[in-house]
Each structure stands twice: as C-alpha cells, then as structure tokens.
DNA sequence: CGGCGCGTTGAGGCTTCTCAATAGGTGTGG
DNA sequence: CCACACCTATTGAGAAGCCTCAACGCGCCG
C-alpha cells in the first residue's frame, strides 16, 4: 500500500507513470514497528531515509526536565528523514503512535528518485511543506487561543489525512491521546481536555472515543482561522486563476 | 562585504576559494532597503532570491485580528527564499528590522550556485538549519518559563551573530523591541519586559539600552537549556570524535 | 514644543497550571 | 473468570502567572 505515498507526492506535484511505478519499487512493503517504538532516536546517525506507508508517528524533543514537545506528525507517504544521511545526527525524534510500516529507503534509492525530475521537484516540494507547517503550528502556539490551537490542529489534519485517504469529507479518527495533544499545542492534558469540550459544546466537533467528526467543516476552519494554503496542495493553487 | 555570507555558509560547509570567489561576484553590492520595508510580502510571488547582505530582518505571519508572530530572523549571510521561486505564494513575509542591504539573485545565479557541489550542499545546509530552528522555536514555545525563553533566544542570537563577526564572546546588539520579541515567543510586551527585568535581577544578563552583555554565557546557556547542536555549526560537529 | 515609539510600572481579572481524585477501558496473570 | 495494574479521560479546587488596561517617563524628530 505506497498509494498513501504517491497520493501525497502528487498531492504537491503530479507525477508521469513511470516514475510511480519506480517510487512503488523502491518502496516495497516495508518494516513493521509496533506502537510506541522510535523510529529514529534523538541523536541518532541515521544512513538510511525512513517512509511511512502505514501508520501514525510524530517528530519531537525531549527537554532536561522531562517535558516533551511534539513539532510534527508524521502521517503515511511522509518521508520522515530525507536529509537524515547529510547530519551527522539528528536533532529531534520520530516514534510510531501507532503500529507503522516503514520503508528503509538507502542513499542510491533517494538517488535514483531524485534523479527523475518529477520525483526530484515533489520531494523538494515536501520539505518546503514542512517546513511551512511548523512556521504555522508556531503561529498556533504563539498566537492562538487554547480552543483554536486545537482546532487547528484538527482541520490540519482532516486535510492531511483526506488527501492519503484516511479521513472522509467530515471527519477522522484522531490516533492521539489528549496529552500529546497536549504536548504538540504547548497545553496540559486538563486544559486540552477543556479545549475540547468547548468544542463540543459550541458542537464545532464531535467525538466518539477518538473519532472525530465536524458537522460543519468551514465553521472550525473559521473558528481556528485555518487557512489551508500553508499546506500548498496542487487543487489550492488551482482554484485560483 | 559579502564575507558574512562566506562566514555563514562555511560555518555549515567548507568552500574552496573558487567558490568563494563565485559567490562574492554573484551577490555584488545588493539594493538598500529602508527599516520597516517588506522584502517579500505575504502572499507575493518572487522570482528572485534575496540574500541580506547586511542588516537584520525577520520572517513573520499576521493574523486575522491583527496579531503578528515573528516565525524567523534574518541576519547576513541568511538565504531569505532559496525556494521562492517554486512556490506561487509566499506563505509568510519578510521585513527589514534595520537599514538591509539585499542582493537579489535570479534563478540563473542560483543555478550557477548550486552547480558547484560544495555550494549546492552549504545552501542545502542552510536549509536544513532554518528548518532545524523552527523546531527549537517550537519547543521554546511551547514548553520553557517566559524568562527561558527570551534566554533562549538571546542564546541563539548570540552564537549565529558570532558566526557573521556581529557579536563579540558575550554579547551583541539586539535588534529587536520588546513588542517583536514577544511576537516571537509568545508573550506580550509586558511580559517580555518583566522576564528581562528577571534576567537581569538574577545577573544573567547586562543591559544597556539595546546592548546585551553576557558576563557569564554557560550560566545563561544553562538557565535556558540552551544546546547549540541544533544550529548544526561545523565546529559543534568537529568538536566531538 | 508636540507627537511618537519604546520601555517601565501598577492593579485587577481571568485563565492556565498544579495537585488530586474518580471512572472507564484494556491487558495480564492468577 | 476475577483481581490488578496501567493508561486515558474527566472533574474540582486553589494557586500562580499572564494578560489587559492604564499611566508615565524618556529620547528622538520634525
């Protein structure tokens, strides 16, 4: 199942035949981590470029005191250290949140994509995204209500996780726990948890366990002042003459 | 006085003199930008790379009320939008903090760059550290004391202006009001006020108006947690066997 | 001299954090 | 099958800290 990665490549820049089939080679099936693993530890060298195919996970830091910080999720068709055989290592974490299959992609694999044009762009594309969303998730934090942050959060990845497939028009299963909520908005649990509760209550969301359901999808992204363009998806630039 | 350039990019990757040389005639003497003007503004398109030369300037996003979060610096030698290019829109601003000098490169200039492999690869570098930084912001953000972070932020100021000669060993001139950094770490002005006066108390910091004095630079690293390997500087790497 | 940007200070309100306890769910071992 | 440990979600109460509002001083500039 690397449809999740070609989805999301092509999602920023489309791709001829061939050079899916060629991502779909190189890929194959994958490792299987278990919840909770690390995929790539802090500190780490890593030679190898880890994808996801399968699964959840998120980047993060720990401090000296113990506190952690989440600065990404990591979603299936994300190439999760595409640099990593640059840095002698790393400076931040990966762990699966939930059982993951990653593909272990070696330097002559990466140089093999890169060296298709198309490939090459797409996978450039999605740096220049991640880098953009953790410029938004520090406008989140900075400059958000506790509501909105997670509200935001939210509508990232209702789009997110639309375009690999995993979320339908009006809802998703969220695969994380109100503390790493938490920790990705700068919050404690308590007060993610109120966070969430005043979205239920003013019924901008619905939740059953983890699954997520928005009756009206323009009334959060409003209420979080989302603006999806951040995400620099293909059908946002093309809605615009 | 390209050489802050040279400075930054070798502080990432070493350059033969060729290289050098390349970049000093490419970037040439650069346009004078008044203190407050936008270099790029959010939403704009950019054909070209802007490159500071001399000044200091900062990435920032606006929000809808009217709040600003400040989601970068610029200081010579930064690369304000290598990517630019590719991008339809620019997903944030950038603004002179004081008097710049830009250089405005085409895409040919930045072809002839990234044809010479050292340099493709420092540019490379300096990618992966702007990206490396928003990270840390994130963390500082999110899970340090308003007086750790505004340490924080000095701490960083105080290595990556050593890097381009702006800063002596324990200390710089800050380029910032007090409004801006707390648009950078979340804080308000009051706040960002009350967390100096803490710092200075506590004989972390000297102040004269603008100038900052360190007298003791492990003390502060230590208050802020402040661990420089994430601006991946190649005597950080070479530092360790 | 007046306006303006910036730093500083004080007081009060509000929100978040901390601490603590409870309940539901899951998985394990007896 | 039950007891138990553990994780997660939830709730309450109090303390601490940040934000809002407001005022003032200072230096700079026209």
Redesign the pocket.
């Known amino acids: 199942m690397s449809t999740s990665i070609i989805g999301k490549l092509e999602a920023l820049h489309p791709l001829p035949d061939k050079d899916k089939k060629l991502l779909h080679a190189v890929v194959g099936r994958g490792r299987t981590l278990k919840s909770g693993e690390d995929i790539v530890s802090e500190g780490d060298h890593t030679d190898i470029v880890h994808v996801i195919i399968e699964g959840h996970g998120y980047r993060y830091k720990t401090l000296a005191d113990g506190k952690r910080q989440i600065i990404g999720y990591l979603v299936p068709g994300d190439f999760c250290d595409l640099y990593g055989f640059l840095l002698d290592k790393m400076d931040h974490g990966m762990a699966a949140r939930t059982q993951c299959q990653i593909a272990e992609l070696t330097e002559e694999h990466i140089l093999m994509l890169t060296s298709r044009p198309a490939l090459a762009r797409a996978l450039w594309w999605s740096e220049l995204v991640n880098a953009a969303i953790l410029r938004e998730w520090l406008v989140n934090m900075g400059r958000r ?3 909105a942050r997670v509200a935001h959060i939210l509508c990232e990845l209702l789009v997110r996780l639309q375009v690999v497939g995993q979320a339908t028009a009006d809802g998703f299963k ?1 695969e ?7 920790d990705t908005v ?12 005043r979205l ?1 209550g003013s019924k901008l969301i619905v ?1 059953a ?2 699954e997520i359901t928005i009756p009206d999808v323009a009334a959060l992204k409003r209420f979080a002042a989302f603006d999806p363009s951040y995400l620099h998806f293909r059908q946002d630039r093309e809605d615009r003459p």
Do not use: D, F, K
Request: glycine share 12%.
């Open positions: 209500s506790p509501s969220l994380l726990s109100q503390a790493e909520l938490g700068g919050l404690t649990t308590v007060s993610v948890n109120r966070a969430l509760q239920r939740q366990g983890r």
